[in-house]
């Protein structure tokens, strides 16, 4: 259990809309990590961050902004929510075991735009 | 040509069998790999890393080839309670801007 949780678990808004899903960890990691997960494609990197308000772009990033105040929490935002953001949205954090990078992941959002 | 290929599957295999998929990955610069397996409607959980030298943990062998590109993984003695979706993860660049997902093979485990 690496202490990740996110908030709202599930969630049902309408286009246009603006929403913010929120990611909580406990363990003091620097690194936090939002992806998507639609069927057909592999998980995909929205923003990531590095540090309190320190943050950067993934793969699929248009439509999406994040904040990173404070160390424990990362925040995804949709400004004005579309039906092609219907997913499941998994925040991730980073740690170093030996050599490596590992990802844990929380337990995800699913978010259906109507 | 994608990133990170997987054979989706489905695999049905009968519990007790052997089974083994591969990954192969595009860039060879790419740096770590690993398995992830997700439930259904779950999150993806750390399987565990690929080195170089290859790798085993109880009846989970995984194996890299640098030269041809692609990573393994052989389940042995299958279990019902292995079931699940396995992704076939790279780190292309070896530090902390994020993972390249394959998008999963499917196990199935019968009776």
């Known amino acids: 259990d690496a202490g990740i949780t996110q908030s709202p678990r599930h969630k049902v808004t309408e286009t246009g809309t603006p929403v913010t899903l929120r990611c909580h960890q406990t363990?003091?990691?620097?690194?936090m990590y939002w992806y998507r997960q639609d069927p057909g494609h592999g998980l995909r990197l929205i923003h990531y961050?590095?540090?309190?308000?320190?943050?950067d772009k993934g793969e699929v990033s248009d439509g999406y902004s994040v904040s990173r105040s404070k160390t424990e929490d990362f925040l995804l935002t949709l400004e004005s929510a579309t039906s092609s953001q219907t997913s499941v949205y998994f925040c991730?954090?980073?740690?170093?075991?030996?050599?490596?990078?590992?990802?844990?992941f929380g337990p995800g959002t699913r978010l259906t735009v109507t | 040509r994608k990133e990170v290929e997987q054979d989706p599957g489905p695999f049905n295999v009968p519990e007790g069998a052997t089974v083994a998929f591969n990954c192969t990955y595009s860039?060879?610069?790419?740096?770590?790999f690993f398995w992830y397996r997700q439930d259904c409607r779950k999150e993806p959980k750390l399987l565990m890393s690929?080195?170089?030298s290859g790798n085993e943990d109880g009846r989970f062998t995984a194996q890299l080839n640098r030269a041809s590109q692609y990573i393994s993984l052989l389940i042995r003695d299958s279990k019902l309670s292995d079931s699940a979706t396995y992704l076939c993860?790279?780190?292309?660049?070896?530090?902390?801007?994020?993972?390249?997902f394959g998008k999963g093979t499917h196990l199935i485990i019968q009776p």
């Open positions: 690929v080195y170089s």
């Open positions: 860039n060879s610069a790419s740096q770590s």
């Open positions: 363990e003091n990691h620097r690194y």
């Open positions: 961050s590095y540090g309190v308000k320190d943050t």
């Open positions: 991730a954090i980073q740690s170093l075991a030996g050599d490596e990078y590992e990802q844990y």
């Open positions: 993860v790279v780190n292309i660049g070896g530090g902390a801007d994020g993972l390249t």
